[in-house]
């Protein structure tokens, strides 16, 4: 089955500063591919996602990158803001019409004033 | 707004009980799931339904089981509770089976004695 694995596992930048979050995952056969924020004590909430027929996705701040070929995929965030600081999921689809997820390992990115 | 809502947030229940975990979803979601959340290991996929009556295993379902007898509910069970089933439940809903970003709970936080 699918396997996802998230690097770093935690992350820590200035306020200001980009902040890059990588995933790669194993069945080529993935086809979606999103990222969830998880505040303290909050329920994890979609912030971007990408399917496999595009490359990158920029939404204000956030961008996402994906490379079929290598099988992985980045999260980026630019200019970070202290609210920025939360737990990041990656993700990954393994079956098409499944909606089965299988998650990385978490970052816990930290802004530093 | 997608509303999931789950029964408890916190749970404290003892070795060897039977609990009961519960999740709505007041959107009409065909597709529901429950996720365990450990430091470390991300969320793993315990169960998930497609439809009324109909259940899924995830990649964790040993000591759980589900049910789901009417759309909007999804109820999780440890038949008989143990120590290392501590943990965060956290439940998740999608309308079909066309991907699409998945709506989580607020989470129950369980914890067996």
């Known amino acids: 089955g699918e396997n996802v694995e998230q690097h770093p596992s935690t992350l820590s930048v200035q306020e200001g500063d980009s902040a890059v979050i990588k995933c790669t995952y194993s069945?080529?056969?993935?086809?979606?591919f999103p990222w969830y924020k998880q505040e303290l004590g909050k329920r994890p909430q979609l912030i971007i996602d990408?399917?496999?027929?595009?490359g990158e996705k920029k939404d204000q701040r956030i961008a996402v990158t994906l490379n079929k070929t290598a099988k992985h995929f980045s999260l980026h965030i630019t200019e970070t803001q202290p609210e920025d600081s939360a737990v990041y999921f990656c993700?990954?689809?393994?079956?098409?019409?499944?909606?089965?997820?299988?998650f990385g390992q978490g970052t816990r990115l930290t802004i530093n004033p | 707004d997608v509303k999931v809502t789950q029964s408890s947030r916190y749970l404290v229940k003892r070795t060897g009980e039977k609990v009961f975990l519960e999740c709505v979803q007041d959107?009409?979601?065909?597709?529901m799931f429950w996720y365990r959340q450990d430091p470390g290991l991300g969320l793993r996929l315990i169960y998930f339904?497609?439809?009324?009556?109909?259940?899924e295993k995830g990649d964790i379902p040993e000591g759980y089981s589900v049910s789901r007898e009417k759309k909007e509910r999804f109820s999780l069970i440890l038949e008989s509770a143990s120590t290392n089933q501590t943990s965060m439940y956290l439940c998740?809903?999608?309308?079909?089976?066309?991907?699409?970003?998945?709506?989580f709970g607020d989470g129950t936080r369980l914890s067996i004695l």
């Open positions: 998740a809903s999608t309308l079909d089976r066309i991907i699409q970003p998945q709506h």
């Open positions: 069945d080529s056969a993935s086809n979606y």
């Open positions: 990408i399917r496999s027929n595009v």
């Open positions: 959107m009409d979601h065909e597709n």
């Open positions: 339904s497609y439809d009324v009556k109909m259940k």
């Open positions: 993700a990954a689809s393994s079956l098409q019409g499944a909606q089965k997820l299988v």
